[in-house]
């Protein structure tokens, strides 16, 4: 496809992952929810699938981690269901991440050091830029360097173009932490369902032990009652063991992918000054 006599480099309808689903992606590296909730539910079923097909050929009942998402009531369902789907939320945020930082290898501004950026080369950036992606309002890094060209005409001095782009760099940060606030959410459900696992275990525990001091006469009674018992003990710690490590595992994977975003955001920093800020001649900045 070609435009300007440059050819598409970059083209978010065909390369953004929910794109391909045939939904609007979400901005930047932000997710599509109705995405994320149909691979929630995929995984989940795909989770619970491999478990019933292991059982094919192992004991489910001989290995208690199996046994704790099955015969646990009905949170372990639940913690599964919001672990997978978190973890779709950051599987569709790491690939949309992989595509913004493609832009970053871009040849947008010439490379030599006698370039200088002015108001009439900065029409053949902006003509470029259109000619390497179908739209750079798609990409964190070429949003910024158009929205700082787009108005050079407006600025009077480099240091206005440096506020644009701090500007539009504080806004992208914040945009990034809010794109993480589904997942957040999911963190603070899941150990809440673990513990309401925990009540309902404990509930079913002590409500079997009343039984005991009831049925005492007989040995064989009182041993069908401790097995109530401990089988409300196990739902009680089994949910709440559960919903900690799945919960662990999220934060710890959310945690390195937001290391990964902010470390990005960082190179369009440093991208922006040395091949904007640092190539800016305007005529404005040397008039008395």
């Known amino acids: ?19 391909k689903f045939g939904v609007s992606g979400g901005k930047y590296t932000d997710v599509n929810i109705g995405v994320t909730l149909f691979l ?12 019933f097909a292991l059982n094919e050929f192992i004991d489910i009942q001989a290995f208690p981690v199996f046994d704790m998402f099955f015969n646990r009531g009905f949170t372990p369902y639940a913690i599964a269901f919001f672990s997978c789907w978190s973890l779709s ?22 490379q030599t050091a006698a370039f200088e950026l002015t108001q009439e080369t900065a029409r053949d950036i902006l003509s470029r830029m259109y000619g390497l992606v179908d739209d750079p309002g798609h990409f964190v890094l070429l949003n910024r360097i158009e929205r700082a060209l787009a108005n050079l005409r407006n600025i009077g001095m480099i240091s206005d173009v440096s506020e644009v782009l701090r500007a539009q760099a504080q806004n992208d940060e914040d945009h990034m932490e809010s794109s993480y606030g589904i997942v957040r959410g999911f963190l603070w459900a899941i150990p809440v369902l673990g513990f309401i696992g925990t009540v309902l275990g404990l509930s079913r525990a002590i409500g079997s032990f009343g039984t005991v001091l009831i049925q005492s006469d007989g040995l064989d009674n009182l041993k069908a009652s401790l097995q109530e018992i401990t089988s409300g003990l196990s739902v009680a710690f089994d949910t709440t063991l559960l919903a900690l490590v799945f919960a662990l595992s999220i934060q710890l ?36």
């Not at 990005?264 to 800016?280: G, T, V």
């Open 1 to 19: 496809m070609q435009n300007n006599g440059f050819v598409k480099v970059l083209q978010w309808e065909k390369s953004d992952i929910e794109e």
């Open 40 to 51: 929630g539910i995929a995984f989940t079923a795909f989770f619970y699938g491999l478990i």
């Open 89 to 110: 939320i950051l599987f569709i945020k790491w690939r949309k991440l992989k595509l913004q930082k493609e832009a970053l290898t871009l040849m947008v501004v010439p």
């Open 253 to 288: 994977i959310m945690v390195g992918l937001k290391k990964k975003e902010e470390s990005f955001l960082d190179e369009c920093n440093d991208y922006c000054h040395a091949n904007i800020i640092s190539k800016l001649r305007l005529s404005q900045d040397i008039l008395p």
